[in-house]
Structures are given as C-alpha cells and as structure tokens.
C-alpha cells in the first residue's frame, strides 16, 4: 500500500499505452483505410500518449523539488498544494484520455472481429455437400448385379473424377452405372419412376423441391444412404475502390437455413453502383427464369435451382445471361433479412396492394396470416417479408399475379431499406449492429479490405454536408427482366412453371448497366428516371424505346 501511495502517479502515466496499444493493433488491421490516413492516426496517437507520459515526469519531478525545497527551507505549502493540483487534474486528463481510447479501441475491435466473421476464408467455401438419395422404398439387400445412379452432366472434371472416386468407394449400391441427366427436375422424376436406383445430387435437395407439384413429401419419400464433400469453384476475392462503379450480386434464400446452403434461391437482384454519381440500377430477375446453367453444361433449367450448384453456380448463370463479370455477391436468407428491417424499426413503403399472406414461419390461419392494406406505411420485418413474398397482380402494373410481381415488391422494399440505412447511419456505431446481422446471416465473397473501403466511402458521404440530402441525391433505375410464362413438361413425368426471359429487355438492361458502370457512353442524356415494370412504352431522359415480345 505504500508503495501505491507513492508511485500512484508514476503507474497513472504508463495506463493510456495500453488502450493506445490495442487501438493502434486495431488500425493496422482495418485495410480498407489508406495507408497513409492509418499511419498518421498512429503517429498522433503516439505522440500524445508520450507527451503525456513525458509531462507528467517532469511535473513529477517539481514535486520532488518543491518537497526538497519545503523541507530543507521550511517553505509554506501554497507552492506544495499547487503542485498537487496540477497533478491531480493532469491525471484526471489521463484518465479520461484512455477512457477514450479504450471505447475507440473496443469499438475497432469489435468492428474487425465482425468484419473477419463475414469475410470468411476462402477455404471455407471450397466444399459443397452431396447426397447418395434412394427411394425410402429401395432394397438395399436385395440388389440385382448393377445399380442405376442418376447424375448430372457436368463438364468441371475435378467435380467429375471426385463422383467416379465417391461411386467407386460407396459399398451401398453394387456395381453402380452412372446414368447422366441434363437437369435435377428429371434426375428425381426418373427416381420416382424407378427409372434409376439411386442419385447423387446436392445435399440441400429436398429444401430446394419440396415445394414442387409432386415432390411435396420428398423428405419421407426418398432415404439418403451416404453424404460426402466436393471440392467446388470457389468465387475470387478481388480488391474494390468505391470510388469506380461496381456491380453486386443479391441473392435472397427463401429458407431460414444458418448454412446458407439450403432451399432455393428466390431473389436474384444485380445492383450496379455508381458512387461517385449516386446512381444505382437494380435488374430483377425472376427465379423462374429458365435460362443455361453453365456449371451444368450450360442445359436450361430454372434460376431458383442453381443453389444446388453452390453460389458460383448462381452467379455463372447471371453472368452468362448478361454476359458480365460480376465480382461480387451477397447471399441472404430470411431471417437475416428480418433482422436488417428490425434493426431499421421498420422500413417505410407504399404498399402498392392490399394483400394476406403467411407468416415467415408458412402458416395461414387467423392467427397467423399477415394482412397489409395499400398505401404508404411502416412494415415491421413480419410484414415486409410478406410484401417481398407476394406474387398478387400490383394495380399499376400490366404485369401478370405471379413471380414478375413479386420482384417488383422486393425492388420497393430493398429501395426502402436503404433509404432507411442512408437516414439513420451517421458513424461506424451505426454501421456495426447492421455488420454483425451480415456476419451470422449472410455469406459473401466481400473482405475485410472491401468492406472496411465501402464502409470508409460511404461514412465520408453520410458526414458531408450532402449527408442529410443524399437519398434525394440518389438516383435508381428500376429494371426487371419480363419474359413468357409457361407450363412444360419434362420428359413426360411433371410439369414445371418456367418464365422464357425476352432477349430484348436483357439487351436493354445490360446497356444501361454498363452506362451506370462507365463502361459504355450514352447516346443522350439521362436522369435516371425509367419505369422498367411497363411493357409497352417506358422512357429514360429523351429516349423512348419500344420493345416487341422476343421469341
């Protein structure tokens, strides 16, 4: 206790190089700052922290003076009292000094740990689950010589010699034939007519079709009989500057799945971001789309099937429909998408239509159905999942009740998400509840370096004087890829609802993608005002362009 008593003050000096520390490990890890911004927030930090330290010694080196001097001249203690005063204060400067410190630090701490959670490794994406699936019915037992084992044609080799491995090694089925197909939808109806014995599909398949005529009850219907791992194509982190225009993949998961893995996908929304000009374009298209699947051998099949594939999967087909790179993607499912919009306290949105819908859990009934009346209102996360769910014909739209409807519901949510985002973010407190909903919901092939540069990017803008006007300041163009709906048949055993997109409306929206991306310069200018929900006639700046229905 003496030994506190006298060197209290000395030990006081040495506190601030510990928050100060950490803060400065805490910078050097944030990438996506500049160099020189980090390196000179460093050398402030130091030089204060010794400043501090240095100051303090010599004020107590006066004391030790003015004590010598008291005693050996019998001075009064006004000189003595003063110089504890100045102590005092200064290590009240000290204490809340590293007080500040500390919360920056904790706070930067926090921020990169979040950060790290979203930006996984790459190698955690390199595997992709599969199943060995039989009907429940199936004799193990009681084979015949050979086995029929349905799989899909696939051109990746790596992909392909890990299936001839898996078939080889697998002591349930005897002698296995690989039997190809050319899309999952007749994969499984060729295992329901006992076409084939087994098949080896995604593991997530029973999420992805149980919604399907026919397959309602795929779960009982079908046993697996072993799982295993495939290396897959992994998507490339490459480095971004916000400063340039980008493009961005959403993809949205109508299940609840923690993985992300499960279910189909059922939001497919390509956003191109122009920062610099606020200028965003959102291209909905339909997850019916029944486009090429280039990691299936580029057979057609529907969007909302690709997450059997993985997200590459996902993503190659977009990139093949708008013949694009895209170098970025955000995978989310339901209940991280209503955690975003709780988190908001609700986002505000015309409500184009009065409507009822089932809750996020699929249930109807009185006690569950969500009911919204049209108009301009606050949706709380229930309510807006139900308006991004719901496929009723909109009033002022010549689009038929179906999928076409429902992404023009999203793109209005999606719109009033970030209009809320842009109103209540004003600092990286702000930002870091909304990053950890993103780290436990959301997969993506953003890093740290990425996200801490948007983040830097879009805090300056909020901070700036156009900061309260920028959602005025934004301009969006609204565009969804129309197309013919049908019923077809595949190969006589079920009946699948497809959308065939017009290649004129996709020609359309790549053009004005690549504008917005500064790839391509317009022929007029241009407000970015476009209604891309009209068939007939729809207008941006002094052009009209007309459309005929592609075949």
Same mark, same amino acid.
């Given at each position: ?22 803060? /400065? ?40 003076? @003015? ?53 996984a490794p790459p190698e955690l994406q390199a595997q992709r689950g599969y199943s060995l699936v039989t009907m429940s019915d199936f004799d193990v037992n009681g084979q015949v010589s050979y086995g029929r084992v349905g799989v899909l044609t696939v051109v990746d080799e790596v992909k392909k010699r890990a299936l001839d491995v898996f078939l080889s090694d697998q002591n349930f089925i005897l002698n296995p034939i690989p039997t190809p197909f050319d899309s999952p939808i007749e994969m499984i109806n060729a295992?329901?007519? $006992?076409?084939?014995?087994?098949? /080896? ?5 029973? $999420? ?45 998961? #109508?299940? #609840? ?39 299936? #051998? ?23 429909? =708008? ?10 499912? =339901? ?78 949510? =999606? ?13 990286? #407190? ?6 950890? @909903?993103?780290?436990? $919901? ?6 740290? $370096? ?39 048949? @595949? ?53 009209? /362009? ?6």
């Open positions: 206790m003496t030994f506190f008593k006298r060197h209290w003050f000395k030990m006081l000096l040495c506190l601030p190089f510990i928050p100060v520390g950490a803060l /400065i490990y805490s910078l050097d890890q944030f990438t996506g700052i500049d160099e020189s911004i980090r390196f000179l927030a460093t050398l402030v930090l130091l030089t204060l922290t010794c400043s501090f330290f240095f100051l303090g010694l010599y004020v107590e080196l006066k004391k030790r003076d @003015v004590e010598n001097k008291r005693v050996q001249f019998k001075m009064t203690g006004f000189r003595f009292g003063m110089i504890e005063m100045v102590r005092i204060v200064f290590s009240l400067v000290i204490v809340v000094f590293s007080a500040i410190v500390f919360d920056y630090a904790t706070m930067s701490r926090r921020f990169v740990n979040v950060i790290d959670n979203i930006a295992l329901y007519e $006992h076409e084939i014995d087994g098949m /080896i599909i995604g593991s997530n398949f029973i $999420h992805v079709f149980d919604e399907l005529e026919r397959f309602e009850e795929i779960a009982s219907d079908t046993l697996i009989l072993s799982q295993f791992d495939i290396e897959v194509e992994t998507f490339p982190r490459v480095e971004i500057d916000p400063g340039k225009p980008f493009s961005i993949l959403l993809l949205g998961l #109508n299940q #609840n799945d923690q993985a992300l893995t499960s279910g189909t996908i059922n939001t497919f929304m390509l956003l191109t971001v122009n920062l610099e000009a606020l200028s965003f374009t959102i291209t909905s298209i339909p997850r019916d789309s029944y486009v090429p699947i280039p990691c299936n #051998n580029y057979i057609k099949d529907k969007l909302s099937h690709t997450n059997l594939g993985g997200s590459a999967c996902a993503i190659g087909a977009i990139e093949h429909m =708008f013949e694009m790179e895209i170098p970025y993607y955000v995978k989310l499912n =339901f209940t991280g998408f209503m955690e975003i919009v709780d988190l908001l306290d609700g986002i505000e949105v015309d409500v184009p239509l009065a409507f009822e819908e089932q809750d996020s859990m699929r249930r109807f009934g009185a006690d569950y159905l969500i009911r919204l009346e049209a108009g301009r209102q606050r949706l709380n996360s229930e309510q807006a999942l139900a308006l991004v769910r719901h496929r009723g014909k909109t009033g002022n739209s010549d689009m038929s009740g179906d999928d076409f409807t429902r992404v023009e519901h999203q793109q209005l949510v =999606f719109q009033a998400m970030l209009s809320d985002m842009f109103d209540q973010i004003e600092s990286v #407190n702000d930002i870091l509840p909304l990053l950890e @909903v993103i780290g436990n $919901h959301v997969e993506t092939n953003l890093n740290a $370096h990425e996200l801490m540069t948007i983040g830097q990017y879009l805090i300056g803008l909020l901070s700036s004087e156009q900061g309260s006007t920028l959602m005025r300041e934004i301009h969006f163009i609204n565009i969804v890829i129309l197309g013919d709906t049908t019923v077809i048949n @595949v190969r006589h055993y079920g009946r699948l609802w497809v959308s065939f997109p017009w290649i004129e409306r996709i020609a359309e929206a790549r053009r004005l993608m690549m504008i917005n991306l500064g790839l391509e310069a317009p022929e007029f200018s241009f407000t970015f005002e476009y209604n891309g929900f009209m068939r007939p006639k729809r207008e941006w700046g002094q052009i009209t /362009i007309s459309h005929e229905n592609a075949d």
